[in-house]
DNA sequence: GTATGATTCAAACATTCGTTTGATTCACCG
DNA sequence: CGGTGAATCAAACGAATGTTTGAATCATAC
């Protein structure tokens, strides 16, 4: 099984990066964890930029592919189409916090401190991960808002992008600020929630155009 | 003047904080930039963490004066109310990144990033500095948004807080996104832009209430 | 001018970091 | 069985980290 430390030091990494930050996070607390040698991260990686890299990416190929693939299911004329493509762009890293293999869960809280992240190598290594997915949803965006300028629409696409990664990266302090009140780890409730939030704001009429 | 040496390390610790992130400025960096001496953080701030401490405390301290000076002045039964408060919160925050004496331009970046901090101690100590900030604001919101429940109310803080926090710490992805279109440092822009999007949220109807 | 306390300084402290090395173990195929 | 390459291992590498130390320097007041 050659796999299984290389899943295991991806697994471990992903933990531990969500936790204690990229940069906090030591090969040998990683290793530790893994059940791995010290040696191994570096044997199977390369450095420790190429673990980082390979944890990106491991989750965010399939999370952009089923975005993408929900957001081609959404009918861009509809009445509701921009709720259809806000929850085809929220739902995916959502559920990626609830579901399966135990260790996705930690990934949205990293991915949602990914934007911010101090590292530059970083932010690029996962901007260029996520642009292909930006520039279908920027032309949905274009289909659904024609009222608004490309620099209204641009604006409030990070909008979008802010308040679902404040979301993901600070569920722990929506949840001191309700006593428990919000629950942002239960993936519908959160969509819900987002999804009527964020359509108003896409709504709002145009600060410049006349329509 | 030995308040000299205690504002320059605060102001370069401030600027490589915002740069590189906490914990990856050294204090090395920082009193090399500050013009000081190694030892000087642990003489007068007495361990890193005092020094952090008292980044974010120089400058939250005002800020959330400011925030509450502005909120008091709102007329929250005029029709604009939301758009008064909402300009109360993001205002001071948002100028900071423009004005004065020049270091409190990184400050923005920095409190962007902090609610995500992946130190917990960073954490607490910004959450607890802002938090009776956040307690005044809720308690308008309480007025200004009657029609939603309290859970509703506090999602929408929070997503008001993401968007906020991501259009400070990630202006550089605006402005990559946008070809150099949109200029998050142009306070006055961002305002009107985050404004018309978050008002229109808030206002969104309630997903429980029949009202 | 000299004594006193605050401040600065160069140097070293013990840890920890990511990375490298060379030997050892393992699985698999001829 | 013997051999070949991948995988793992303990150990050490050099560099960087936050912190501490004790002497040197400064300003201030008597």
Redesign the interface.
């Known amino acids: 099984m050659e796999h299984d430390t290389r899943e295991s030091l991806l697994d471990a990494a992903e933990a531990l990066f969500s ?6 996070a030591s090969l040998r607390q990683i290793t530790q964890q893994a059940g791995a040698n010290l040696a191994a991260v570096n044997y199977h990686f390369g450095s420790k930029d190429g673990l980082v890299q390979a944890v990106f990416a491991r989750r965010l190929r399939p999370l952009n592919e089923e975005r993408l693939l929900l957001l081609g299911e959404c009918n861009l004329e509809a009445d509701d189409a921009i709720e259809q493509v806000l929850s085809s762009f929220l739902l995916p890293i959502l559920r990626m916090r609830r579901e399966r293999p135990e260790g996705i869960r930690d990934f949205g809280r990293l991915m ?2 990914a ?5 530059e190598k970083v ?1 690029e290594m996962v ?1 260029e991960e996520v642009r292909p997915s ?1 520039d279908h949803y920027l032309e949905a965006f274009r289909i659904i808002l024609p009222n608004l300028d ?3 629409r ?6 979008v ?7 993901i ?2 569920n ?3 949840e ?3 006593g428990g ?2 629950q942002s780890t239960n993936p519908e409730e959160a969509l ?3 999804v ?9 009429p145009s ?1 410049t155009s006349s329509n």
């Open positions: 936790e204690h930050g990229i940069e906090a949602g401190r934007y911010s992240e101090p590292s932010r901007t930006i490309e620099a209204e641009i604006w409030r696409f990070h909008f992008a802010g308040a679902m990664a404040h979301t990266a600070c722990h302090m929506l001191r600020l309700s009140l919000c819900g929630q987002l009527t939030f964020l359509a108003a704001g896409l709504r709002a600060r």
